[in-house]
């Protein structure tokens, strides 16, 4: 049986102070990530599924079709990047999660996505 395509995934953060408002207990987080396809069979994104923990252990699951509205087709070699955003309650947090895929043989299986932080510039060293 063919294995899954590796789907290796990279991700940057920044913290966006124009939306936030500390004294609120806002922070806002944008996030790019590139889905990286290194297998020999294609694979198409079909869902996400997000934890998103703050500093206080709120967590926040988020499930949805596809991300920013696509479910990409990623050929071998090829990758998708996107944007998107948090808002949480304190400066800092995380999230991980999986995107659901479909192999091009037809076989279903989870990306893991790694843990990120999210945390304003110069409260972490």
């Known amino acids: ?50 934890i998103i923990t703050d500093a206080n252990g709120k967590v926040e699951e ?19 990047r996107y944007s998107s955003g948090a808002v949480l309650d304190t400066p800092v947090g995380t999230m991980q999660g999986s995107y659901r895929m479909r192999a091009a043989d037809g076989q279903h299986f989870e990306a893991p996505i790694p843990t990120f932080r999210l945390a304003v510039p110069g409260l972490l060293h």
């Open 1 to 50: 049986m063919p294995t899954a395509p590796p789907i290796r995934i990279e991700v940057l953060t920044a913290f966006l102070k124009e939306q936030s408002a500390p004294d609120d207990g806002r922070y806002a987080f944008s996030y790019t990530i590139t889905v990286h396809n290194d297998g020999e069979q294609s694979a198409k994104l079909l869902s996400r599924h997000w």
């Open 62 to 80: 988020v499930r949805g079709d596809g991300v920013v509205g696509e479910q990409p087709l990623l050929n071998p070699g090829q990758g998708f």
